[in-house]
């Protein structure tokens, strides 16, 4: 099977949300990179076989304490699952939020090993920092190193791939992310201002993977906000992971 169409949350996953009236994680969404390899329209012509109204929320850079820990209360709020995409350098300063954010049940992806622009950068310089990204995060979460990802997708820092780059991932079996939109949340703003631009590009797009930052506190103070305006507007969250990190019980319903 490559992509589920729309695996339910399990008992054990649903009986996690104490609020009754939570935005909550609408469904697991499997993820084959030999189907997917590339998603994301902002960079490639596929993205996710999302329907209207639902959502990937996805966070780049971190983790970073404090802002990172901010993000992870406003989604257990709600009771939402996102993906973290890693830089293996804060991952390997801060171990125990890898862990944190594993531990709640979030997916974590891979986003080099200090963000450099890969496409500027010699092959073998590339794909080393890429490598050393995997090993540095892969070391957080089990103690071990290796450069095979746990969960097989990455992102490129600033969307900055190469022909021979991507390929190289796709035959190692690495899904790569784009995004569909994002909050700009690189750009000073006010977290009010981001909301707005975010709702925006939200209501003119109606689903998609979205890229936001973790490493940013307007992001942190906006997204409390951004959460409440989904539940309201009726839009749904979808959780991605990995096909082979089905559980049993998942595969049942």
């Known amino acids: 099977m490559t992509v589920a169409p729309a695996a339910l949350l399990t008992p054990a996953q ?10 909550g994680t609408s469904r697991v969404l499997e993820v084959d990179p030999a189907t997917y390899p590339r998603v994301g329209l902002k960079s490639f012509p596929q993205t996710l076989p999302l329907r209207d109204g639902e959502i990937v929320l996805t966070f780049d850079d971190g983790p970073t304490p404090g802002t990172t820990d901010k993000v992870l209360a406003a989604l257990a709020s709600e009771c939402v699952r996102a993906t973290f995409f890693m830089v293996g350098r804060n991952a390997a300063d801060h171990p125990d939020m890898v862990r944190k954010v594993a531990r709640l049940g979030h997916t974590i992806g891979y986003h080099t090993w200090d963000h450099p622009h890969l496409n500027k950068l010699p092959l073998d310089q590339a794909e080393a920092n890429i490598n050393r990204g995997i090993e540095a995060v892969g070391k957080a979460l089990r103690g071990t190193e290796s450069t095979t990802p746990s969960t097989p997708f990455f992102r490129f820092p600033y969307f900055e791939s190469t022909p021979t780059l991507l390929d ?12 569909d939109f994002w909050a700009s ?48 507007h009726n839009y749904h969250v979808v959780h991605i992971v990995p096909a082979a990190m089905k559980t049993v019980s998942d595969r049942s319903h």
């Open 14 to 23: 649903a009986a996690e949300c104490q609020r009754k009236d939570a935005l």
């Open 185 to 232: 949340d690189w750009v000073k703003m006010s977290p009010e201002e981001e909301l707005k631009l975010l709702t925006g590009r939200l209501e003119g797009h109606r689903k998609g993977i979205i890229l936001l930052h973790d490493a940013q506190m307007r992001t942190a103070e906006m997204l409390p906000a951004f959460l409440r305006y989904l539940r309201e």
């Open 168 to 179: 190289h991932l796709e035959k190692r079996g690495i899904a790569v992310f784009g995004a």
